[in-house]
């Protein structure tokens, strides 16, 4: 269940934590989920479905993020959603590990 009054900090790190353990990360080396489709993808989703886009927030893991890059990987990400199954399998697998913590 989705809730309305959420810590948007704490879901934004949560998504962090999650995709740095899939892919054997640790938070120094962050900047490596973007060099993966899957996770970049699965990354902007993410931040979209939980409204965790500040750029302020992002650009302290993400210098390269910006307004644009971020609408068109999040568009990207979208279409890639439909057609990907394990793009969806992945997204839905992490949506159900955020939910649970919230």
């Known amino acids: 269940m989705r809730r309305y009054f959420n810590d948007k900090e704490k879901v934004y790190s ?3 934590e999650i995709l740095c353990k899939y892919k054997g990360l640790d938070r120094k080396k962050l900047l490596e989920i973007l060099k993966d489709e899957s996770c970049k993808y699965l990354f902007f989703l993410l ?3 939980y409204e965790c886009y500040d750029l302020d927030v992002l650009k302290k893991d993400f210098p390269s993020v910006n307004r644009n890059n971020m609408k068109n990987n999040i568009r990207k990400a979208e279409k890639k ?4 199954k ?3 399998d992945m997204y ?3 949506e159900e590990l955020i939910d649970r913590v919230e």
């Open 86 to 88: 394990r793009i969806r």
């Open 81 to 84: 959603l439909l057609l990907n």
């Open 14 to 16: 949560k998504i962090i």
């Open 92 to 94: 839905f697998e992490a």
């Open 47 to 49: 931040v979209n479905k």
